[in-house]
C-alpha cells in the first residue's frame, strides 16, 4: 500500500482512494489535578465533540520531542540581547542541559473525511485519483488541483470545524505539519523528529525544511511485518511469528543511513467487565502516565441515534427469533441470550434519553516503537501490564501490524482490522477517556522556571512575569512549603532571571548570616542596606521628593508613633507633610522635619510631636531614617536588598490585646513599621518606570503580612503592580496563616507548593491551589515531593512542587536551578563576604 495522501493543500489532502480530508490541531484542555467539577466539564465538552464529527473520523495523540532551540527561542522573545549579556550566557547554557533532558510534548490532531458536496464528487475524484495515478506511473507531471475545488472544499471544512466546540481551538494544520506527520509515523522511537513547525513562530526551520515542494515530499515507508528481512536463511526455519508481533519500518528514500523503527501496534479489546467509573476511565487520556512514549489514535465513526434506532429493531427481531429456536431448551445459551437482551434494552435506553446522543464505533490503537525489536517487545508487554492494572485489555494481533499502522494515517480507509475491533458505545461513554486532556503550566515565553513532572514525559514550564500585564493577569506569585524545601532557592532563581533579562529586584533579608545580600553580590552590582550599621539613608522624603515622599512618609509615621489618622496629632502630621508646607519650609527629610517641629513650627502640638519622633531618632536603629548626614538610597541599581535581622516585630497576640500593645518595646515599634515602609519604598521603586521591570521579593512574608499596614502595602502593590509592570514574589511555610488576608491570597494567582511533611499544613497548602486535599494528594506532598531520605533529598529530586500557574491549570513541577554555573552556585550557598569588592555594601 503506499501513501494515501496525492496532494497537500491549505489543511487539506486528496487521496489515492479519491477522498479528501480536513486536518486540524487541537487544543488538548487542562485536566491533571483539576477538581471533579472540572473534570465532569470537560467530559461534556468531549462529549460535544463526539456529537459534532461528521461521521467517519480520526483523533490522534503523537508524543513529539521539543527543540531545545526552540524553547530558547521563547526564552529570548522580548529580551534585547545586547543589553542583557548575562541572560544570553544563561540561555546557551539552558541549551545544553535541555539537552541531555529530552523534553517533549503531545500533539493532537483530528482529519476528517469531507463529505461529496455534488453528486459528481462520487464520480469525479476516484477518477482524479486514478488519473493522478497513472500520471506517476507514467513519469508525467502532476494536475494541479483546481482552484474552484479548493475553495469549495476549504469552505467544507470551515464549515467543520466551525462545529468543534470553541474550547478545543481547532487550528487548521500546515503542508509542512502534515509533512512533519508523515515523516513522524516512519521514524518513532528513533529521536529523528524534527521540532513540529509552528507558523506562528519568529524563525520556524521546521516549517522551512518541511513545507512540500511536490509529492516527492511525502516519501514511501517499507513495511516488514514481523521483521522477516532481519532474518537469515537459517533463521527463517525457526521463525515464529508470536515473537514478532512488531512492524519494521524503513525508509529507503532516505539520504542518510537511518536505522529502521520497529514499531509496535496494541489495540483496546476489552473494558472493565464492571464498566468504567468517571473520573478513574481517563485511560487514553492519561496514557503519559505509563512512562512510556505512547502514540494513540481513534478510528470514529459516528451515527446518529435515528440510525440506530432501526438498526435495534433488527436486531430485536434477531433476538426474539434465537428466543423461539430455543424454546424448551435447557443450556447455558437461554443466559447468553438473556444477558444479549439486557445490553441491548440498556442501550436502547441510554439512546432514546437523549435524542442528541449518538452511536460511536471507536477503534482505539496505540502504538509503541523503538530502534530494536527487543526494545519494542518490552514496550509493549510494559504498556499492556499498565492498561491491563485498570481492567482494560489491550491485544497486540498477529497479522494486522501493517493494517494498524495505516488506521493510524491520515487519509487511509478504514481497514479490516479497524472494523474488527471496533468498540461501539455512546459519545458520553467515550468521552469517559477524556483523550484530549492536557497538564501543560506555565507561559509561551518567559524565563525556564522548571520541568512539567505531571506525568511520565517531561515538559518545560517558562514563567513570564513581564507578560502578565499583556494577558491581563498578576505577574505575582507565592511559595509556600516547609524549611529546606527549596522555597529560597525558587524566589533567588526567579530573582535572578529578572536581573539577568533587563529588570529591577527589592529583597528584604532578616536572615543572620545575609542570605539574599550574599546572593545579590553574586550575581550583580547590588545595593546592600544593612537597617542596624546603614550607610545610606532609607528616609521616603529624601528618595522620592516633596510630592511621592510625602504619601509614603505618613504611612510610615502613622504605625511608628502610633497615631490616628485624623486625630489631633494625625492632622498635625498631615499638615506638615503636604508638599507646600515642605518647599515653603525647606524641609527634605525627616531629620530636617523633626528639627522643624522641634523648633520652629507653630503649629498646636509639634513640639510634643518632634520628642516623640525622637525617640525613635536617637537610637541606632533610627539613624536610617532620621541622620540626614547619611546620602540617601540610590534606587537605580539593578538590585536592592535590605537587610531586616536586627529588627524586631510584635507578636500577634501583642498586636490583638490593647494592654501588651500598650507595652511593646521601641524596638518591635519600629520594626513594625519598617516593614511597611520597606514594603511602600519597593513599591514605589518598582512603579517609577513602566519600562522596567521590577520584582519585590520577600522570603518569610509573615513578617510582612503581620501587620495591618505591611498588608494592606502588598495589597496595593499586588492590585497595581499590572499597570506598571511590577510583581511581589513571596515566600513562607504556611499559606493561610503567612499570606495574609482571603483577599491578598486570592489575588496572587501563580502559587508554588513544596514539601510539606506536616499534614495538617499540607492539607491547607493544597487547599490554597484550590486543590481537593485527599489522602492520595496528601501523601504525594507529604511523601512523594523531593522526599527526605537518611542522607537528605537526592539531588535528582530537588526542587519538586505543586504549580498552580496564572490561568489556573495545576500540575506538578521540578524547579530547575540556574545553568549558568556561577548563578547556581549563588542560589544554593552564601558565598564569601567579600567574594565580589564590585559591589558595594550601603
Known amino acids: 500500500m503506499r501513501s494515501p495522501a496525492r496532494s497537500l493543500a491549505g489543511n487539506l489532502r486528496w487521496t489515492r482512494s479519491g477522498t479528501v480530508w480536513a486536518d486540524w490541531r487541537l487544543r488538548a484542555l487542562p485536566y491533571g489535578f483539576r477538581p471533579d467539577k472540572d473534570k465532569h466539564e470537560v467530559r461534556a465538552l468531549h462529549q460535544a465533540l463526539f456529537r459534532a464529527l461528521p461521521g467517519e473520523s480520526l483523533l490522534l495523540g503523537l508524543c513529539s520531542g521539543l527543540d531545545p532551540a526552540a524553547v530558547v527561542e521563547r526564552m529570548l522573545d522580548g529580551v534585547e540581547l545586547d543589553l542583557c549579556p548575562d541572560w544570553a550566557a544563561e540561555c546557551e547554557a539552558t541549551l545544553d542541559s535541555l539537552d541531555e533532558i529530552g523534553p517533549g510534548q503531545r500533539v493532537f490532531w483530528l482529519s476528517v473525511p469531507l463529505a461529496d458536496g455534488r453528486a459528481s464528487d462520487r464520480l469525479l475524484e476516484p477518477l482524479r485519483a486514478a488519473a493522478a495515478d497513472l500520471r506517476d506511473s507514467l513519469a508525467l507531471p502532476r494536475a494541479g488541483i483546481p482552484d474552484s475545488d479548493l475553495v469549495r472544499r476549504l469552505e467544507q471544512a470551515r464549515k467543520v470545524a466551525e462545529g468543534i466546540p470553541a474550547p478545543f481551538s481547532p487550528k487548521p494544520a500546515t503542508p509542512a505539519q502534515m509533512v512533519w506527520l508523515h515523516l513522524h509515523a516512519q521514524q518513532r522511537g528513533l529521536f529523528l523528529d524534527m521540532d513540529l513547525p509552528d507558523p506562528d513562530a519568529r524563525r520556524d526551520l521546521a516549517g522551512q525544511l518541511l513545507t512540500p515542494r511536490s509529492g516527492a515530499t511525502l516519501p514511501e515507508p517499507l513495511l516488514d511485518e514481523g521483521g522477516q528481512s532481519d532474518l537469515s536463511r537459517r533463521d527463517v526455519r525457526a521463525f515464529n511469528p508470536l515473537t514478532r508481533r512488531y512492524l519494521k519500518v524503513d525508509q529507503p528514500g532516505r539520504a542518510d543511513d537511518a536505522p529502521p523503527s520497529y514499531q509496535s501496534m496494541l489495540v483496546l479489546s476489552d473494558v472493565p467487565a464492571e464498566g468504567m467509573v468517571f473520573p478513574g476511565s481517563e485511560f487514553v487520556g492519561r496514557i503519559d502516565e505509563c512512562g512510556l512514549d505512547v502514540d494513540w489514535a481513534m478510528r470514529l465513526q459516528v451515527r446518529s441515534s435515528d440510525q440506530v434506532a432501526a438498526q435495534n429493531r433488527r436486531a430485536l427481531v434477531n433476538l426474539n427469533e434465537q428466543y423461539g429456536q430455543r424454546e424448551g431448551e435447557i443450556s447455558h445459551g437461554l443466559n447468553a441470550l438473556d444477558q444479549a437482551a439486557a445490553d441491548l434494552a440498556e442501550y436502547a435506553r441510554v439512546l432514546e434519553s437523549d435524542k442528541l446522543e449518538v452511536e460511536v464505533q471507536a477503534t482505539t490503537i496505540f502504538c509503541v516503537a523503538a530502534p530494536t525489536p527487543a526494545e519494542v517487545n518490552d514496550q509493549a508487554r510494559s504498556l499492556s501490564d499498565y492498561l491491563g492494572a485498570a481492567g482494560f485489555k489491550i491485544t497486540q494481533p498477529l497479522g494486522y501490524q501493517e493494517d494498524l499502522w495505516w488506521a493510524m494515517q491520515p487519509g487511509a480507509p478504514a481497514n479490516k482490522a479497524v472494523r474488527e475491533f471496533a468498540q461501539i458505545t455512546t459519545s458520553r461513554a467515550l468521552a469517559a477517556t477524556v483523550p484530549l486532556a492536557s497538564t501543560e503550566l506555565g507561559d509561551n515565553k518567559g524565563s525556564l522556571l522548571g520541568l512539567n513532572i505531571s506525568t511520565g514525559r517531561p515538559g518545560v514550564v517558562l514563567h513570564d512575569i513581564a507578560g502578565a500585564a499583556t494577558r491581563d493577569v498578576s505577574g505575582s506569585l507565592a511559595i509556600a512549603g516547609e524549611l529546606g524545601a527549596g522555597k529560597s532557592l525558587t524566589l533567588k532563581k526567579l530573582a535572578g532571571d529578572v536581573v539577568d533579562r533587563g529588570g529591577r529586584v527589592i529583597c528584604a533579608d532578616r536572615t543572620p548570616m545575609g542570605e539574599y545580600a550574599n546572593w545579590a553580590r553574586s550575581v550583580t552590582q547590588a545595593t546592600v542596606v544593612d537597617i542596624n550599621a546603614p550607610k545610606v539613608s532609607l528616609d521616603p522624603l529624601r528618595l522620592f521628593g516633596a510630592a511621592a515622599g510625602s504619601r509614603v512618609t505618613q504611612s510610615f509615621l502613622t504605625p511608628l508613633l502610633n497615631i490616628a489618622p485624623t486625630s489631633e496629632r494625625g492632622v498635625l502630621i498631615s499638615d506638615v507633610l503636604d508638599p507646600a508646607y515642605l518647599h515653603e519650609h525647606g524641609i527634605t527629610g525627616l531629620g530636617s522635619l523633626q528639627s522643624h517641629l522641634k523648633y520652629g513650627c507653630q503649629l498646636a502640638g ?138 491578598l491570597r486570592g489575588l496572587i494567582p501563580t502559587r508554588i507548593l513544596m514539601r510539606h511533611r506536616d499534614k495538617t499544613l499540607a492539607k491547607r497548602g493544597l487547599a490554597w491551589l484550590d486543590m481537593e486535599p485527599d489522602d492520595d494528594l496528601v501523601e504525594l506532598l507529604t511523601e512523594g515531593t523531593s522526599p527526605v531520605g537518611p542522607g537528605g533529598v537526592e539531588e535528582h529530586r530537588r526542587g519538586e512542587a505543586f504549580l498552580r500557574d496564572s490561568s489556573g491549570n495545576v500540575g506538578r513541577v521540578k524547579v530547575l536551578a540556574p545553568c549558568v554555573a556561577a548563578r547556581n552556585e549563588a542560589v544554593r550557598t552564601s558565598p564569601p563576604e567579600r567574594r565580589h569588592s564590585s559591589a558595594a555594601e550601603l
Not at 535590605?642 to 515599634?669: D, G, N, V
Open 606 to 743: 509639634a513640639h510634643e510631636l518632634a520628642r516623640t519622633m525622637n525617640v525613635f531618632a536617637r537610637r541606632d536603629f533610627g539613624n536610617v531614617i532620621f541622620d540626614e548626614s547619611l546620602p540617601p538610597l540610590q534606587p537605580n541599581t539593578p538590585a536592592v536588598v535590605i537587610r531586616t535581622h536586627t529588627l524586631e516585630l510584635p507578636t500577634r497576640t501583642e498586636l490583638e490585646h490593647e494592654h501588651l500593645f500598650a507595652q511593646m518595646r521601641l524596638e518591635k515599634i519600629f520594626g513594625r513599621a519598617m516593614y511597611a515602609l520597606i514594603a511602600a519604598l519597593a513599591r514605589q521603586i518598582c512603579f517609577s518606570d513602566t519600562g522596567i521591570l521590577g520584582l519585590f521579593v520577600v522570603d518569610e512574608a509573615h513578617h510582612i503580612t503581620a501587620s495591618p499596614e505591611g498588608e494592606r502595602e502588598i495589597v496595593d502593590f499586588v492590585r497595581d503592580g499590572r499597570k506598571h509592570r511590577a510583581a511581589v514574589a513571596l515566600g513562607s511555610h504556611d499559606p493561610e496563616e503567612d499570606f495574609g488576608s482571603p483577599t
